[in-house]
DNA sequence: TTGTAAGCGTTATCAA
DNA sequence: TTGATAACGCTTACAA
């Protein structure tokens, strides 16, 4: 049998309350005497007791667990921003249990329910694609509930984001300035209104500066197959416009498939173009030494999300939703 | 009060077992009616109900969850394997609980300590550093376990690892056939058992080929503070040794550190050395297309350490212990 | 075909 | 300063 605060009781000869309060920590506050509480103490440890905080879960309504839901755990981007929240989560004593959504909304909903059903005691997702019910859900029970990186507008929840519009503007303003004539964009995932934001502060930036907005100059590329696409479109793109001299790229993988592409046609990308980008991944800075970043502060938004989560676990009641903007960096 | 067994249970006139029973699927095994399934069922949907893991872990001994401990979520490398595992581990039913020991042997214990509290049915590692007495007390008791990436030669424990001394030796002879007469290697971590085979395939390697191992060109570099240790030494090894023409990097990181050293001296690395490395990260292929990798199976890897992790968990009894050693690709 | 009751390991409320 | 006992929500013999 395994050692429980019953088996350490009954050796003892004392009674699982006492045990208990002495194992959690309650044994000064409860006015146990000081030799019981080392007594009980030395002897858990001899024995290498591990409390069941499954028990402990169902006892007291707490699992200090919370889930975490990403659209892919191997992406770069996603990695971080999970170890930006698994460290503050972890300093204030929780767990962290993180699936995958492979941006598959039916998968998220699954995912939604099973971690609920672990009974994490607040959940902080980066949301695919469409609403999904769980969300509603959430939303009209008051939940512990906060949306990274993307949300939806159409509920009310609490959210930490990037202003991704104006954080765009400034990126391609900055192209502009530094001599761009004529500054392309590629997006992927349109339907998206973290993307929309980007593409609008694209085309924001070209009316501040006088340029007219050429949609054939905005590349959308299908996300599920980006390397074929941006090849193909980009090729379009230079064949139709041999004058762009500027791209704004509003992702980091669209940015490295771009340099693919750039240097199979050995095309000098770094001196023919004003090159933007919207946050970075490995290696890009050194692909191109003179790419423009925007870069958001991924350790600031898991702190955000992380101090908003444990808030809303801690009042209980619903509460007032907050919404984090976040400013990026320009590099 | 929120929708359980028992409220359902009184709202429809019947007892906790049956419900129970039928919402958990057994239902037609036991003998229920179809009526009452739907019944029970429909009412379930209705309701919104969603089961208490913690209650029903606690009552049969199965939570559906394991348990993995890495150095960093944030690597490339590491959060490759992360996906690696939890894609099968889902499919199977199993949820993830991911930690970060940062490298840290202390942080791991108490890691394995909370995960256990957690009542995770098996643990998958990728140890840090020192044998710690959790892993000692897993190991004799049959706990379930499985090492990846790095294990420990003192203990008798499964593990998933790829040969890094042929993979090492492979890489190195490919470099020399290339025509690299002088081949230089950067490790670190050199205490790891995984570092020390990279290194001895290195050797090994160089004396198939009749050619001498020289110390001097075996950079140990301080993993800590990579960034400038890989630019102080490498500078060293070049003015020490102006005519090596080949670099063995055992891990990808240092490869990418050496790659920004050569540029920022304006070395033309691409051509004048043969360069091999260690697995690889985004965007090695295109800033050193001429580079060997010798690639870990990821996928496998992940694969294998779950396989081995389920049977361990279904069979109970200790069994004997699972090795294995999966081969690179050289690309 | 369905119900009763015990048990999983903790915590918590009183009482002693 | 300590102990009895119920409760958390679910599963599972065993009865009926």
């Given at each position: 049998?395994?050692?429980?605060?019953?088996?350490?009781?009954?050796?003892?000869?004392?009674?699982?309350?006492?045990?208990?309060?002495i194992l959690s920590g309650n044994g000064k506050a409860?006015?146990?005497?000081?030799?019981?509480?080392?007594?009980?103490?030395?002897?858990?440890?001899?024995?290498?007791?591990?409390?069941?905080?499954?028990?402990?879960?169902?006892?007291t309504g707490k699992s200090n667990t919370v889930g975490l839901i990403i659209p892919a755990v191997g992406d770069t981007f996603y990695s971080q921003i999970t170890q930006a929240i698994e460290k503050p989560l972890g300093e204030r004593g929780y767990s962290l249990i993180?699936?995958?959504?492979?941006?598959d909304s039916e998968k998220e909903s699954k995912l939604i329910q099973l971690l609920r059903s672990q009974k994490v005691e607040g959940l902080i997702i980066a949301p695919?694609?469409?609403q999904s019910p769980e969300i509603t859900e959430m939303v009209s029970s008051g939940f512990p509930l906060v949306l990274v990186d993307r949300y939806y507008p159409q509920f009310d929840t609490n959210y930490v984001v990037v202003d991704?519009?104006?954080?765009?503007?400034?990126?391609?303003?900055?192209?502009?300035?530094?001599?761009?004539?004529?500054?392309?964009?590629?997006?992927t995932d349109t339907h998206l209104f973290v993307m929309k934001r980007r593409l609008f502060g694209y085309k924001s930036a070209l009316a501040d500066a006088g340029m007219n907005v050429d949609d054939s100059l905005c590349l959308s590329i299908d996300r599920a197959d980006y390397h074929n696409d941006t090849w193909k479109q980009l090729g379009n793109l230079l064949e139709k416009h041999p004058d762009v001299d500027g791209f704004f790229m509003a992702t980091h993988y669209l940015a490295m498939e771009s340099i693919r592409f750039f240097m199979s046609e050995g095309i000098d990308y770094n001196n023919r173009f004003k090159l933007g980008c919207f946050h970075t991944t490995t290696a890009l800075d050194i692909l191109a030494p003179k790419m423009?970043?925007?870069?958001?502060?991924?350790?600031?938004?898991?702190q955000e999300a992380v101090s908003i989560l444990i808030d809303n676990i801690a009042e209980k009641k619903p509460g007032n939703?907050?919404?984090?903007?976040?400013?990026?960096?320009?590099?």
């Open positions: 049998m395994s050692v429980s605060v019953q088996s350490i009781a009954n050796d003892l000869g004392l009674s699982k309350a006492t045990v208990s309060s409860k006015g146990f005497s000081a030799a019981t509480i080392e007594t009980v103490r030395n002897y858990a440890d001899s024995l290498g007791y591990i409390p069941n905080l499954l028990a402990r879960g169902l006892s993180v699936a995958s959504s492979e941006g695919s694609k469409l991704n519009e104006g954080a765009s503007r400034e990126l391609v303003k900055c192209l502009i300035k530094n001599g761009a004539k004529k500054v392309a964009i590629l997006t423009f970043f925007s870069m958001m502060p991924i350790n600031e938004i898991g939703t907050v919404h984090i903007t976040l400013n990026n960096t320009l590099l």
